[in-house]
C-alpha cells in the first residue's frame, strides 16, 4: 500500500504544496549536508513568510481593511442527472449557486454557504468538494447503504480527518484536512473534483488504499 496515488487528484488535495523529486542518494562527499542546508534554510524562509503574511492580515485588520476569504463549494451527481425539480430547489440555496443536471458549484468571497454541504450530497448528488484559501479541504462521497465495507473504513476513521456517516438511506464517506500553509495559488479548483469523483469507483469494487494515504496524512497532521 506505500507509493503515490494512481489519482493526481488526490495528491494535489493531500499535498497541495509543491515538493521537489526525490532523486535517491547523494554520490558525492558533502552532498546530504549540503541537501539538509539547503532543506533548513527552506524551512526558515517558510516560516519567515507565513509570519509576515500573518502579521500583514492583523495590520490590515487593525487599520479596518477586509482581508479577502475564499470558499470554493462543489458537488457532482455520478448516479443520475439531477431533475428539474432538484435544480430548482438547489438553485433556491444561494443567490450564488451554478446549477446543472450534473453539478453546483459556489464561490464565496464573501460569507459562508447557509446551508449544511454534507446534507446537500446527501440529499442531491454523490460527490462533493470543499476548499479554503485558509487551508481547509473536504472531500465527501455518497453511497447507498450496504455497499462499503464499513468496518475496513472504520478502521481508518478518526474524529477530525476521516469519517463514514449514515443520513437517512445513504452513508458519506468524509475526508477533511486542514493545512496551516493556506490554499495553494497554483491549485485550480474547478475541474479537480471530476478527476478525484473516480476515488468512489474505487470504494465500491473494495479498493482502499487511497483511504490508507488519507490515513497515513491525518497522522503528519497531528
Known amino acids: 500500500m506505500s507509493g503515490p496515488s494512481k489519482w493526481p487528484g488526490l495528491n494535489l488535495l493531500l499535498h497541495p504544496a509543491v515538493h521537489a523529486e526525490q532523486v535517491g542518494p547523494a554520490t558525492a562527499p558533502g552532498m546530504a549536508d549540503f541537501g539538509r542546508v539547503v532543506s533548513q534554510a527552506g524551512d526558515v524562509m517558510g516560516s519567515v513568510r507565513r ?40 438553485t433556491g440555496l444561494s443567490s450564488h449557486i451554478d446549477v446543472t443536471s450534473g453539478r453546483a458549484i459556489v464561490g464565496h468571497g464573501w460569507s459562508d454557504f447557509k446551508y449544511d454541504p454534507i446534507h ?27 455497499l462499503l465495507d464499513t468496518t475496513t473504513i472504520e478502521s481508518c476513521c478518526d474524529e477530525y480527518h476521516v469519517q ?31 478527476t478525484l469523483a473516480c476515488l468512489r469507483d474505487d470504494f465500491l469494487q473494495g479498493d482502499h488504499r487511497n483511504l490508507y494515504l488519507a490515513w497515513l496524512k491525518a497522522r503528519s497532521l497531528e
Not at 503574511?53 to 470554493?72: D, N, P, T
Not at 468524509?174 to 485550480?188: L, P, S, T, V, Y
Open 51 to 90: 509570519l509576515f503574511s500573518r502579521m500583514l492580515g492583523i495590520a490590515l485588520i487593525s487599520k479596518g481593511f477586509r482581508v479577502s476569504e475564499y470558499q470554493y463549494y462543489e458537488w457532482q451527481a455520478l448516479e443520475r442527472p439531477s431533475t428539474a425539480s432538484e435544480q430548482a430547489a438547489l
Open 120 to 146: 446537500v450530497l446527501a440529499e442531491y448528488f454523490d460527490a462533493h468538494l470543499y476548499i479554503a484559501n485558509w487551508g481547509a479541504r473536504r472531500l465527501a462521497f455518497r453511497f447507498s447503504q450496504g
Open 164 to 194: 463514514i456517516q449514515s443520513i437517512g438511506d445513504v452513508q458519506v464517506l468524509e475526508f477533511e484536512m486542514n493545512e496551516a500553509e493556506g490554499f495553494d495559488a497554483g491549485m485550480e479548483e474547478r475541474g479537480l473534483l471530476s
